[in-house]
């Protein structure tokens, strides 16, 4: 009798057991459902909205370009905008040259991009053929 009393007596206690491992493994479950909904939202706010505000930013200052706006284009062009049509633009990038350049190759304006300071100064690039003219000597 001792042996069915203490096998009754642990029937609770399995069900309440068995009920906390079922509880844990929902959790489990569910943890392994939300974490690849997590990890899209992160990805989102980390890279999919900071583009979309810097492609909004861009189309504002794109709209905003009037003839006589100096700009810089996107192969580092800076110029002035002298006609400006809904897909192209005219830039005058030196005196008497004029390019046909696509509107969204315009990077920003001139007076956006970052100038630098007065107390740093641009490495000179060396002249080709300057190695040849040091040996020659």
Known sequence: ??????????GPSNTVRSSVLRAKGL??????????LV???LCWVALIRPQQ???RRQRTMLRTI???????LAGGLVGTVRELGDARAQVEVAP???????????????HDAVAPTAGS???????LGAHRDEDES
């Open 66 to 72: 009037e003839p006589g706006d100096e700009v810089v």
């Open 53 to 55: 505000q810097r492609v």
């Open 39 to 41: 990890l899209l939202a």
């Open 121 to 127: 100064q641009t490495p000179e690039a060396p002249r």
């Open 1 to 10: 009798m001792a042996g069915q009393d203490g096998a009754a007596g642990s």
């Open 96 to 110: 008497g040259v004029v390019v046909t350049v696509l509107v969204p190759a315009i990077q920003s304006l001139a």
């Open 27 to 36: 959790l489990t479950r569910a943890m392994y459902l939300l974490l690849p």
